[in-house]
């Protein structure tokens, strides 16, 4: 993780410590009982709490770990962890527990694009993140506020992967599809196959840029 990552998950442990972490949950009493909350079988776990196992407090008293795991392995889906969060209805929780979140999406957005190819943990490129926001019931464009102003080489490749990786004949039009096809994208990668055209990479920066302009 780099700084600014590390800064974020420690202030979901500081904010969220006044939950405890219990080592059984009640589970649904008729389908499976206790659970034991085991570090191992963390994704298993994730499918069911605050489903059919603990409630409000135990999803509290877990998502620091949870959303730590997902920044430094790939064991955990970022869609099924954020997907608890509307349940929960987390937009009205304290302040501070919903700006720690807050602070530890952005931090994963901009670590994200900082690099290429990049992977943080769980979050495999800009597209699973974006999908695992909406997940979570908010709304993409902040982050795609923050990619038009990353500038450089690893934020226009990360561009590009995302243009030449999208169903644009998909027939339900989304947000990111809306937002790519925007005349500032296709400037953007115009400007970078100038400047990156005889590197490796210059091809998919092409690419990308002919399938925003049709």
Not at 16 to 29: D, H, K, N, Q, S
Request: charged share 25%.
């Amino acid at each position: 993780m780099d700084g600014d990552l590390s800064v974020a998950v420690a202030g979901l442990q500081e904010v969220f410590a006044r939950y405890p972490r219990r080592a059984m949950l009640e589970g649904c009493p008729h389908c499976r009982g206790p659970v034991p909350v085991d570090d191992h079988h963390l994704f298993s776990l994730t499918i069911s709490l605050g489903n059919t196992v603990g409630n409000r407090d135990d999803l509290k008293s877990l998502l620091p770990l949870l959303l730590e795991r997902m920044v430094s392995s790939t064991e955990l889906d970022p869609a099924i962890v954020l997907g608890k969060l509307p349940r929960e209805q987390w937009r009205t929780w304290p302040e501070a527990e919903q700006g720690s979140i807050d602070g530890y999406l952005d931090a994963v957005w901009r670590s994200l694009l900082a690099t290429y190819p990049s992977q943080v943990g769980s979050f495999f490129d800009p597209a699973t993140f974006l999908d695992a926001v909406m997940a979570g019931g908010e709304s993409v464009e902040r982050f795609l506020d923050v990619w038009d102003v990353m500038l450089g080489s690893a934020a226009d490749r990360h561009l590009a992967a995302t243009v030449n990786g999208l169903d644009f004949a998909g027939r339900r039009p989304t947000a990111l599809a809306a937002w790519l096809r925007r005349e500032s994208v296709r400037d953007r990668l115009f400007r970078a196959f100038e400047r990156d055209h005889a590197m490796s990479w210059g091809d998919d920066l092409a690419r990308a840029y002919d399938l925003v302009r049709r």
